[in-house]
């Protein structure tokens, strides 16, 4: 059974940095995508980053892209998320996520099967 264990979050000041980090079992992690997705106060899920199996490639949502930077260390089955330059509309509860399928990079929620439980990011003003 996949877990992911999402940890890192905090209040911090606009302008400032933090990073995330996500930690997988259940499955062989270097084979799996893995991604973040943010939720802020009434609004939806939405797409942060992602990043293949392998670390090879990369994607981020236009909102984050220049500021966040997502890794993972596979002999340690993690996943960080490098947040700087933080903004208070980048406020909310990030989840890290494990593709379902093997190989392939993963944008929508859907091509996602196991979820953390979030960790609370708040940038304050």
């Known amino acids: 059974q996949v877990q992911l264990v999402e940890s890192g979050g905090r209040v911090v000041q606009a302008g400032g940095s933090l990073r995330l980090s996500c930690a997988a079992s259940?499955?062989?992690?270097?084979?799996?995508?893995m991604g973040w997705f943010r939720q802020a106060p009434g609004k939806e899920r939405e797409f942060v980053t992602t990043i293949t199996g392998s670390g090879g490639n990369t994607y981020y949502a236009d909102s984050v892209k220049g500021r966040f930077t997502i890794s993972r260390d596979n002999a340690k089955n993690t996943v960080y998320l490098q947040m700087n330059s933080l903004f208070p509309e980048d406020t909310a509860i990030y989840y890290c996520a494990e593709a379902l399928s093997v190989g392939r990079i993963a944008i929508q929620a859907y091509e996602y099967g196991f979820w953390g439980q979030g960790t609370q990011v708040t940038v304050s003003s």
């Open positions: 259940g499955r062989t992690f270097s084979s799996y995508a």
